[in-house]
Nanobody, 124 residues
Framework: QVQLVESGGGLIQAGGSLRLSCAAS????????MGWFRQAPGKEREFVAA????????YYADSVKGRFTISRDNAKNTVYLQMNSLKPKDTAVYYC?????????????????WGQGTQVTVSS
């Protein structure tokens, strides 16, 4: 059974940085693309970033491009989301997800395992 456990969320002032981590277990981590999504109160879950099985391809939502960086360490079965220049509108619960396959994808429908989420709150 696949388990994804996020960590690294918290309360931070605008302009600050956080790094989220997602530790995976249960199947061969290096075979699957990973993604980060977020959901703000009263809003639908939205795509943030994705990375292919090898780390060679990454995708970002326009709203975070240039500020967030997704990476992975297949030896540690962990995917990261480095978030810089945080803004109040980045406030949300952040979820990591594991895709059905190795190709990175922006659609939540292509992910079949999800973590429990970690809260990120950016104060102005």
């Amino acid at each position: 059974q696949v388990q994804l456990v996020e960590s690294g969320g918290g309360l931070i002032q605008a302009g600050g940085s956080l790094r989220l981590s997602c530790a995976a277990s249960g199947r061969t981590f290096s075979s699957y693309a990973m993604g980060w999504f977020r959901q703000a109160p009263g809003k639908e879950r939205e795509f943030v970033a994705a990375i292919s099985w090898s780390g060679g391809n990454t995708y970002y939502a326009d709203s975070v491009k240039g500020r967030f960086t997704i990476s992975r360490d297949n030896a540690k079965n962990t995917v990261y989301l480095q978030m810089n220049s945080l803004k109040p509108k980045d406030t949300a619960v952040y979820y990591c997800a594991q895709a059905y396959g190795g190709v990175s994808t922006t659609s939540s429908y292509n992910y079949n395992y999800w973590g429990q989420g970690t809260q990120v709150t950016v104060s102005s």
